[in-house]
Each structure stands twice: as structure tokens, then as C-alpha cells.
């Protein structure tokens, strides 16, 4: 039997030293100073660590000890994560002045230095995987293609693509769907594949999970697409409104809010049938279940 930890747990306990532990590695790179504070500035500017905390909830479903690799993986998405809100903040994509609460970091950093540590975080990332002196041979090999795929051409850098070439037509929910799973979605199916091999999951448990991903990453985004709308700036972090103004594809420009408050609904039962699933193996799923809980479901 699991000995199970609350998620409050996970976030008053794991996520401080997880925090310390990613912080420490990048104080010990031997860099350019610059570069440094630029990488540290957008790591610890407060994220919610959602990604990393998937992978440590699932870690503990599988009685799988978040240990130094495990650091090393959830640790490598967070800079691929940090790595692209840098970008995606920059003039040249959505030009934002607010990130987290705190000015982005090419306006505390410059330009250049943005790009330069938003590169920077993106191929350490995999360095972290392929270091790690605990995660096994296969699993780095897995880990680091399944990582580089979700994240790149076919993944996130694609979807941010397809998102901006879509900017200024409409395009239908079944585009609109495609550029959120690959721009946000693909991040999060990471997580939940990473925890999967990590945790050695079934081939039945790890398809479950992916399914349970991928809802979850579809809810992420059309959660974050109703709070543009419903949001307050100090809330989010972030400058609200903005996706009307500039044309957005979003969920409430395309369906209006009320159905979006019920495709989130839909694509949570979705999340939850996985979940079933996965419990019928014999799997401890209340964290899975509690995550669900990030998402307000008003209306
Ligand atoms: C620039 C290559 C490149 C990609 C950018 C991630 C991304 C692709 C764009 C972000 C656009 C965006 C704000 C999408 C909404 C969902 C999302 C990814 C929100 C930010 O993630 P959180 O809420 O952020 O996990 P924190 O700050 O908590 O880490």
C-alpha cells in the first residue's frame, strides 16, 4: 500500500527545495554573470511549478522516490517552460512588459540578453537529463527525444507558429484545438509521460496518463483564455484583455465564454475518465483528481 502525502504536501515542502535545488544549479553554472542573473531572474520570478509538480505527484502514485533524477527532469521542464515565456514575452512575439507579477526579462535584461537566456535555459534543459547520475540509460534517451519533440517543430515552437499565423484569420475549433495542444499542451503531456517513465508505468498506465495530459493541457489553455476574459492583472500575474484586442484566436472569441466555461467542463470529464481508468490498475489517484481542482469552473 502507497503511503500517501497531501498535495499541500507537495507545495509546502517538495516545491521549496525543488525551488532551491533548481536556483543552486544555475548560481553554480560557470557563466557569464549577465547571463546568470537573466537565466535566475525568469526561474525563481514565482511560476507555479505545475509541470514539475505533475511529474512529482505521479512519481509518488508509482512509489517512485523524487529523488536528485527526478529533480533533474521536472527540473529540465521548467526551463524549457521558463525558457518560452521569455520569448513568447519578447517585442518581436507578444511583447509583454508583465510576467508573474514582475517586469519580463527583456525589460529588466535588454533584448539580446532575453534571447540569450531564453536559449541558454533551452539547451540546459537537456543537459540536466543528460547528466543525471540516478535516471537510467534508456530512460535518458526516452526522456530527452520525447522532450526535444514535444518542445520543438512538431510541438510547442510549431504551435507558437501556427498560433501567430493565425492571428489575423479565424480559425475553426478544430485548428484552434491543434495550436493549443501543441503550444501548451505538449509541455504538460511531458510532464505526464515524464513521470510515467520515470515512475515505470505500464503501457496501459502510461497511455491513461497521457490521456489525462492531454486533457489537462486543454484545459490549461482554455482556462487561461477564460481568465483573460474574467481575470484581473493582479490576479494573473500578467496584462488581461489582451487576446480581443489583438485579434486572438481564443476559446471565448470563438464559442463564447458561457460554452468555453463548458468545453472546459467537458474536457474535465474527459481528465476524469482517465483517472478511472488508471484506478482500475490499482493506482492511488487522489492527486490526479486534486489537480483538477486548479481549475475555477464557474458560470
Ligand atoms: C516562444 C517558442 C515559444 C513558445 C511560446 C508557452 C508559449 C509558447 C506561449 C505562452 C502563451 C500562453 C500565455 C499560454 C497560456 C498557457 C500558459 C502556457 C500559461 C503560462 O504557464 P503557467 O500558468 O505559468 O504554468 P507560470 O508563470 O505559473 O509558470
Given at each position: 500500500?502507497?503511503k500517501?502525502?497531501?498535495?499541500?504536501?507537495f507545495?509546502?515542502?517538495i516545491?521549496?527545495?525543488?525551488?532551491?535545488?533548481?536556483?543552486?544549479?544555475?548560481?553554480d553554472l560557470?557563466?557569464?554573470?549577465?547571463?546568470?542573473?537573466?537565466?535566475?531572474?525568469?526561474?525563481?520570478?514565482?511560476?507555479?511549478?505545475?509541470?514539475?509538480?505533475?511529474?512529482?505527484?505521479?512519481?509518488?502514485?508509482f512509489?517512485?522516490?523524487?529523488?536528485?533524477?527526478?529533480?533533474s527532469?521536472?527540473?529540465?521542464?521548467?526551463l524549457?517552460h521558463t525558457?518560452?515565456?521569455?520569448?513568447?514575452?519578447?517585442?518581436?512575439?507578444?511583447?509583454?512588459?508583465?510576467?508573474r507579477?514582475?517586469?519580463?526579462?527583456?525589460?529588466v535584461?535588454?533584448?539580446?540578453?532575453?534571447?540569450?537566456?531564453?536559449?541558454?535555459?533551452?539547451?540546459l534543459?537537456?543537459?540536466?537529463?543528460?547528466?543525471s547520475?540516478?535516471?537510467?540509460?534508456?530512460?535518458?534517451?526516452?526522456?530527452?527525444?520525447?522532450?526535444?519533440?514535444?518542445?520543438?517543430?512538431e510541438?510547442?515552437?510549431?504551435?507558437?507558429?501556427?498560433?501567430?499565423?493565425?492571428?489575423?484569420?479565424?480559425?475553426s475549433?478544430?485548428?484552434?484545438?491543434?495550436?493549443?495542444?501543441?503550444?501548451?499542451?505538449?509541455?504538460?503531456?511531458?510532464?505526464?509521460?515524464?513521470?510515467?517513465?520515470?515512475?515505470?508505468a505500464?503501457?496501459?498506465?502510461q497511455?491513461?496518463l497521457?490521456?489525462?495530459?492531454?486533457?489537462?493541457?486543454l484545459?490549461?489553455?482554455?482556462?487561461?483564455?477564460?481568465m483573460?476574459v474574467?481575470?484581473?492583472?493582479?490576479?494573473?500575474?500578467?496584462a488581461?484583455?489582451?487576446?480581443?484586442?489583438?485579434?486572438?484566436?481564443?476559446?471565448?472569441?470563438?464559442?463564447g465564454?458561457?460554452?468555453?466555461?463548458?468545453?472546459?467542463r467537458?474536457?474535465i470529464?474527459q481528465?476524469?475518465?482517465?483517472?478511472?481508468?488508471?484506478?482500475?490498475t490499482?493506482?492511488e489517484?487522489?492527486?490526479?483528481e486534486?489537480l483538477l481542482?486548479?481549475f475555477?469552473?464557474?458560470?
Amino acid at each position: 500500500m502507497q503511503k500517501m502525502i497531501s498535495l499541500t504536501t507537495f507545495s509546502d515542502e517538495i516545491l521549496p527545495k525543488f525551488n532551491h535545488e533548481l536556483v543552486g544549479r544555475l548560481r553554480d553554472l560557470d557563466t557569464e554573470k549577465a547571463l546568470k542573473e537573466s537565466m535566475i531572474y525568469s526561474v525563481e520570478a514565482g511560476g507555479k511549478r505545475m509541470r514539475p509538480l505533475l511529474i512529482f505527484v505521479i512519481c509518488q502514485m508509482f512509489n517512485h522516490e523524487i529523488d536528485n533524477g527526478v529533480y533533474s527532469v521536472a527540473g529540465a521542464l521548467e526551463l524549457i517552460h521558463t525558457y518560452s515565456l521569455i520569448h513568447d514575452d519578447l517585442p518581436a512575439m507578444d511583447n509583454d512588459d508583465l510576467r508573474r507579477g514582475k517586469p519580463t526579462n527583456h525589460i529588466v535584461y535588454g533584448e539580446s540578453m532575453a534571447i540569450l537566456a531564453g536559449d541558454a535555459l533551452n539547451t540546459l534543459a537537456f543537459e540536466w537529463i543528460g547528466r543525471s547520475d540516478v535516471v537510467g540509460d534508456a530512460q535518458k534517451v526516452a526522456l530527452m527525444s520525447r522532450l526535444a519533440q514535444l518542445a520543438g517543430p512538431e510541438g510547442m515552437v510549431g504551435g507558437q507558429v501556427a498560433d501567430i499565423e493565425g492571428e489575423h484569420q479565424v480559425l475553426s475549433l478544430t485548428q484552434l484545438k491543434r495550436v493549443h495542444k501543441r503550444k501548451t499542451g505538449d509541455l504538460i503531456e511531458f510532464a505526464v509521460y515524464a513521470g510515467g517513465i520515470l515512475g515505470n508505468a505500464t503501457t496501459e498506465q502510461q497511455a491513461e496518463l497521457i490521456q489525462y495530459g492531454r486533457q489537462f493541457g486543454l484545459a490549461f489553455q482554455i482556462y487561461d483564455d477564460i481568465m483573460d476574459v474574467v481575470g484581473t492583472s493582479e490576479e494573473m500575474g500578467k496584462a488581461v484583455h489582451k487576446d480581443n484586442q489583438e485579434n486572438k484566436n481564443t476559446y471565448p472569441g470563438l464559442i463564447g465564454l458561457d460554452q468555453s466555461y463548458d468545453t472546459l467542463r467537458n474536457v474535465i470529464d474527459q481528465a476524469k475518465v482517465a483517472i478511472q481508468n488508471l484506478k482500475k490498475t490499482g493506482l492511488e489517484t487522489g492527486y490526479l483528481e486534486e489537480l483538477l481542482h486548479y481549475f475555477k469552473l464557474k458560470n
